[in-house]
Antibody, heavy 116, light 107 residues
Framework: EVQLVESGGGLVKPGGSLRLSCAAS????????MTWVRQAPGKGLEWVGR??????????DYAAPVQGRFTISRDDSKNTLYLQMNSLRIEDTAVYYC???????WGQGTLVTVSS | DIQMTQSPSSLSASVGDRVTITCRAS??????LGWYQQKPGKAPKRLIY???SFQSGVPSRFSGSGSGTEFTLTISSLQPEDFATYYC?????????FGGGTKVEIK
């Protein structure tokens, strides 16, 4: 059974940092291009960024609103995807999902709240 | 960046109605588009990929069409479980972009 389990969300002050994790199982994680998507409360879906598999270069791409503040990485030995979020802003408040676009595998999401 | 303009943003319909949702891309994206359904508190689920191909397990009342800049999701006969929010997503180029969503509500 495929599982994507996000963790690491919580309440953080503006300017703070948080690292989200996404633990994957049930598929060959190392072959997968992994994506982060977020959804602000009551709003639509927003693509945050994606990291390719190591065999395809392992590079990451980001949406403009998070470029330079967020970093996506992966540890294939742990089947885990990460999202390091720095310089957080109130507008980063959202549920963050990891997903595998190719197979349409989604996690359950983790809520990040940026508030003073 | 490619902008995806989705319409309408909401609609009210009855069980059995035919429903059509449109996404328009700001530039041509071939058929690099998927349609997603999201219910409250849940992750999205893809219904259609490559603009018109059915995701496995999706009821045949859902269909997609279009290519280039104009795309359509059609629900041929709306069922109670179809009341949800629908999004298009283009994956032709980075950054990937979603449409703004269409909330389908019960009339």
């Amino acid at each position: 059974e495929v599982q994507l389990v996000e963790s690491g969300g919580g309440l953080v002050k503006p300017g703070g940092s948080l690292r989200l994790s996404c633990a994957a199982s049930g598929f060959t994680f190392s072959d997968a291009w992994m994506t982060w998507v977020r959804q602000a409360p009551g709003k639509g879906l927003e693509w945050v960024g994606r990291i390719k598999s190591k065999t395809d270069g392992g590079t990451a791409d980001y949406a403009a609103p998070v470029q330079g503040r967020f970093t996506i990485s992966r540890d294939d030995s742990k089947n885990t995807l990460y999202l390091q979020m720095n310089s957080l802003r109130i507008e980063d408040t959202a549920v963050y999902y990891c997903f595998v676009w190719y197979f349409d595998y989604w996690g359950q999401g983790t809520l990040v709240t940026v508030s003073s | 960046d490619i902008q995806m303009t989705q319409s309408p943003s909401s609609l009210s319909a009855s069980v059995g109605d035919r429903v059509t949702i449109t996404c328009r891309a700001s530039q041509g994206i071939r058929n690099d588009l998927g349609w997603y359904q999201q219910k409250p508190g849940k992750a999205p689920k893809r219904l259609i990929y490559a603009a018109s191909s059915f995701q496995s397990g999706v009821p045949s009342r859902f269909s997609g069409s279009g290519s280039g800049t104009e795309f359509t999701l059609t629900i041929s006969s709306l069922q109670p479980e179809d009341f949800a929010t629908y999004y298009c997503l283009q994956h032709n180029s980075n950054p990937l972009t979603f449409g703004g969503g269409t909330k389908v509500e019960i009339k």
